[in-house]
């Protein structure tokens, strides 16, 4: 597996949606995440994400401080992370694990009050469960029922 040089998390904003709608996910993947161009994106206190690779968006995600971050976190500081997709042309690169690496460091600069991510993951979703694990989120036993089965609810202090 190639690593990547380095990657930048920016806020999302219009100039990216070209390049974005051109995102693609293997349907083994697609039950898991939703495509960039899938996703709505009107509600205060839901923040796209955007992942860079010398300026060219390879990944996305979105971060939460709405109210659905409650269902997964009785921390009010905490923020709700879905949606983490990184383009098929792009995947193998370590990108992912890039980003959820520098996730922390942006949360704190770009969300000062935020001191927790939250996130839930397919029981069947072994390579983002790793991922998860690998860059310091926690599995504390918590599950859920989710639309395509039992989700693993894992948390990352900040």
């Not at 960039?36 to 839901?46: A, N, R, W, Y």
């Not at 704190?108 to 927790?116: G, I, L, S």
């Not at 989710?146 to 693993?152: C, L, N, T």
Request: glycine share 6%; aromatic share 8%; proline share 4%.
């Amino acid at each position: 597996m190639q690593e990547t040089t380095n990657i930048e998390l920016v806020h999302f904003s219009e100039s990216y949606v070209e390049q974005l709608n051109r995102f693609e996910l293997p349907e083994e993947q697609h039950q898991f995440t939703a495509l960039p161009q899938e996703i709505s994106i009107e509600k205060v206190g839901q923040y796209p994400i955007v992942i860079l690779s010398g300026g060219v968006p390879v990944g996305f995600f979105v971060l939460h401080a709405t109210d659905r971050v409650q269902q997964y976190s009785s921390n009010p500081q905490a923020m709700l992370l879905t949606a983490l997709s990184i383009d098929h042309q792009q995947q193998g690169r370590g990108y992912a694990k890039k980003a959820m690496s520098a996730l922390a460091d942006f949360v704190k600069q770009e969300f000062k009050e935020c001191n927790e991510v939250v996130l839930v993951v397919n029981h069947k979703n072994i390579a983002a469960q790793n991922l998860y694990v690998k860059v310091g989120f926690m599995d504390h036993g918590e599950r859920r029922m989710g639309p395509i089965g039992e989700q693993i609810v894992m948390n990352l202090p900040l």
